[in-house]
């Protein structure tokens, strides 16, 4: 080989070392960053980042019996379109309370405490007119996915 040919192919090596190099770091950073986010939604999940605290609002954190619940075990629990007040959510004024599209849309699917219909119903403005079963059915319901 020539002299160029030599300083060209060197080149070449270098460029494709370099290159392999950096997706090599870039995989494992988006290996490390899926793997923080898996650790950070399980203690989410079970409660550790909350510190010593047992509770997420006026009742203690639930403990879910059913994996998956389905959208009904929200109505069972008396999550409907009177919860405390006639009309509160029956579609006309907010959202309807029986309606799964539009339930889920106030939820982040298997993490309650960012959802802002948990977060809403446990401390926020909806926390008078709640109870610990629907408390617990919202809770369990979103982190089982807020499935339909």
Same mark, same amino acid.
């Given at each position: 080989?020539?002299?160029?040919?030599?300083?060209?192919?060197?080149?070449?090596?270098?460029?494709? #070392?370099?290159?392999?190099?950096?997706?090599?770091?870039?995989?494992?950073?988006?290996?490390?960053?899926? !793997?923080?986010?898996?650790?950070? +939604?399980?203690?989410?999940?079970?409660?550790?980042?909350?510190?010593? +605290?047992?509770?997420?609002?006026?009742? @203690? !954190? @639930?403990?879910?019996?059913?994996?998956?619940?389905?959208? +009904?075990?929200?109505?069972?629990?008396?999550?409907?379109?009177?919860?405390? #007040?006639?009309?509160?959510?029956?579609?006309?004024?907010?959202?309807?309370?029986?309606?799964?599209?539009?339930?889920?849309?106030?939820?982040?699917?298997?993490?309650? *405490? *960012?959802?802002?219909?948990?977060?809403?119903?446990? *401390?926020?403005?909806?926390?008078?007119?709640?109870?610990?079963?629907?408390?617990?059915? !919202?809770?369990?319901? !979103?982190?089982?996915?807020?499935?339909?």
């Amino acid at each position: 080989m020539s002299k160029f040919s030599n300083s060209v192919f060197s080149s070449l090596v270098l460029v494709m #070392s370099f290159t392999a190099c950096v997706d090599e770091k870039a995989s494992e950073k988006d290996q490390d960053a899926a !793997i923080g986010a898996a650790l950070l +939604s399980q203690l989410s999940r079970s409660g550790s980042l909350s510190g010593t +605290s047992s509770t997420t609002g006026k009742f @203690p !954190i @639930p403990t879910c019996e059913v994996a998956a619940p389905a959208f +009904s075990s929200l109505a069972t629990a008396g999550f409907n379109s009177t919860c405390g #007040s006639s009309g509160c959510h029956d579609g006309t004024t907010r959202y309807n309370a029986t309606n799964y599209n539009q339930v889920k849309g106030y939820t982040v699917a298997g993490s309650p *405490t *960012t959802s802002s219909l948990y977060t809403a119903q446990s *401390t926020g403005s909806m926390a008078v007119n709640t109870n610990q079963s629907v408390d617990k059915a !919202i809770y369990c319901w !979103i982190l089982g996915g807020s499935n339909p």
